[in-house]
């Protein structure tokens, strides 16, 4: 579903250039539930965001279902991304001045479907993270980790093939922990394709795969094949 290829990013830095993807070649498959962990700076965030076309790469490609999508402009990459990709940002991301079932929906009016979800179906996704009850709410009147909630259940509305989540436990407590990554495991059995982020190394054993970042580049996998 997802190949990746000699992947390189750099980001200049005033006369300095940083490269944070440094030669990734990854594939995943339909169904794959893979953990990326890595220190920090290691490249796992800029990896994500390349994978769920929120950015392009310095060289090497990436096709998704078989497209490559370098040649995609940003209006096609767009549309992509909202048919098969829901993307959990380490930062959330909300939009302040809407309220949580309204940031939920966002990715629904972007998808250019014929059915968009709608707010029926924004409480059931905010149910599915324990956030229902919050409905009418403003993000910055919830905490770290019901912010974080919300995020998820944003990455959901679409019904996405795949879900990139950017340390998605990581302001979590044990409960929500627990709930958010048996959540994960349940999407995964009904067919959908997950990569996360994690830092906790037990989280990353809910997954079935993973893949060690280092300076850039992946330096240890499971993957066999
Ligand atoms: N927009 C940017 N401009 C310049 N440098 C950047 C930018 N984004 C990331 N970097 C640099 O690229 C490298 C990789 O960053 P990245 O965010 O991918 O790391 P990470 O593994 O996600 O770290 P963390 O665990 O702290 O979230 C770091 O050296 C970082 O400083
Ligand atoms: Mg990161």
Not at 48 to 71: C, F, I, P
Not at 92 to 111: D, K
């Amino acid at each position: 579903m997802l190949i990746l290829s000699k992947a390189v990013k750099e980001y200049k830095m005033g006369d300095s250039l940083v490269r944070a993807l440094n030669g990734v070649d990854l594939e995943i498959r339909k169904g794959d539930f893979l953990a990326i962990v890595g220190s920090s700076g290691s490249g796992k965030s800029t990896l994500m965001h390349a994978l769920g076309l929120m950015d392009t790469l310095t060289s090497g490609t990436l096709h998704v279902n078989e497209q490559e999508t370098s040649k995609l402009n940003s209006a096609q990459r767009a549309t992509l991304r909202s048919q098969e990709i829901g993307f959990v940002f380490q930062t959330f991301n909300l939009l302040p001045r809407l309220t949580i079932e309204n940031n939920v929906l966002l990715p629904a009016q972007y998808s250019r479907r014929a059915h968009p979800a709608k707010l029926p179906d924004a409480i059931a996704v905010l149910e599915r993270v324990g956030m229902a009850h919050r409905i009418g709410h403003k993000p910055n009147e919830l905490s770290g980790g019901e912010r974080q909630r919300v995020s998820i259940a944003r990455a959901l509305i679409n019904k996405p093939s795949l879900i990139l989540a950017d340390e998605p436990t990581g302001n979590l407590d044990s409960q929500n922990m627990v709930n958010i990554l048996k959540l994960f495991t349940d999407l995964n059995a009904e067919g959908q394709t997950i990569i996360i982020v994690t830092h906790d190394p037990d989280v990353a054993k809910n997954a079935r795969n993973f893949i060690r970042m280092r300076d850039g580049q992946i330096i240890e996998t499971d993957l066999k094949r």
